[in-house]
Nanobody, 112 residues
Framework: QVQLVESGGGLVQPGGSLRLSCAASGSMFAIYNMDWYRQAPGKQREWVATITAAGNTNYADSVKGRFTVSRDNVRNTMYLQMNSLKPEDTAVYYC??????WGQGTQVTVSS
């Protein structure tokens, strides 16, 4: 069983930056591939980024070059550094461990 808690969301102006965190309980964090997803109002949840247990990363085209996913297996935490934010990045951001475990989400709003 893994429990995930996201934090770091908020209101930011276009062009600004935020760093999201996903803190995991348990001692098995290091073995999981981890993902970030997001869901905008009225839209389906969409995949944003992945970091594998080996540290390999992959990104959706919409965020490539602006977002960076990383993980700290000592702190059992995954991060999402978001730069050059756009209004269309506004969404609730969720982290996922493996295929089964989701956090509760953190709201990111990009607006002037």
């Amino acid at each position: 069983q893994v429990q995930l808690v996201e934090s770091g969301g908020g209101l930011v102006q276009p062009g600004g930056s935020l760093r999201l965190s996903c803190a995991a309980s348990g001692s098995m964090f290091a073995i999981y591939n981890m993902d970030w997803y997001r869901q905008a109002p009225g839209k389906q949840r969409e995949w944003v980024a992945t970091i594998t247990a080996a540290g390999n990363t992959n990104y959706a085209d919409s965020v490539k070059g602006r977002f960076t996913v990383s993980r700290d297996n000592v702190r059992n935490t995954m991060y999402l550094q978001m730069n050059s934010l756009k209004p269309e990045d506004t969404a609730v951001y969720y982290c996922r461990a493996g295929h089964d475990y989701w956090g509760q989400g953190t709201q990111v709003t990009v607006s002037s």
